[in-house]
């Protein structure tokens, strides 16, 4: 959404509390959504003001060379001009912009049994773990021997090299 087009007022102002009531059908819900709007812009404008003064960012360490931008400058104060987070959700509020859906008991129910029940089942693996040590299947000097053309306990691999030895010596004796 484009917060530089919004027409929130700039400082605060008094409410009239029945209206916002009006919107949710109780002051506490408008609120919440009010504030978790609120949450969602003051994020976004925050993300989209570092995107902006990144281009101007120095990643060199002397200290001496400080630079003034003036265009870097500007884009700061247009950001502490906007009208405050608060201010854009209500206004969003009241102008019938915002869509939100505040769940039923039954809905909330649900979702907390479903979040015990994942509490319970990440207990029980922690149990479990306790338990039971795991253990590798394989130790380490098996898996470095399946790594190797030869295992490192084999005492064949000296009496291969011998005899390779010793067929190059035959072969050498036979050319001479």
Do not use: W
């Not at 306790?130 to 295992?151: C, G, L, Y």
């Amino acid at each position: 959404m484009d917060y530089k087009k919004n027409n929130a007022p700039t400082s605060v102002i008094t409410r009239d509390t029945g209206l916002l009531e009006s919107k949710t059908g109780n002051i506490y819900e408008t609120v919440v959504v009010a504030s978790r709007r609120a949450n969602q812009i003051g994020t976004d404008l925050k993300n989209e003001l570092n995107k902006k003064l990144e281009e101007f960012a120095s990643y060199t360490d002397n200290l001496e060379e400080i630079f003034e931008n003036r265009e870097q400058i500007e884009i700061s104060k247009f950001y502490e001009r906007l009208p405050k987070p608060t201010l854009m959700a209500l206004q969003e509020i009241l102008e019938d912009k915002l869509n939100f859906r505040i769940p039923s008991d039954e809905e909330i129910q649900q979702a907390e049994e479903l979040a015990r029940a994942k509490e319970r089942a990440e207990q029980e693996v922690l149990a479990d773990r306790k338990a039971k040590p795991v253990m590798p299947e394989k130790t380490f000097d098996e898996i470095i021997a399946e790594s190797h053309d030869t295992p490192l306990d084999d005492p064949e691999p000296e009496k291969k090299t011998k005899a390779k030895k010793e067929s190059k010596s035959k072969t050498k004796k036979d050319d001479k």
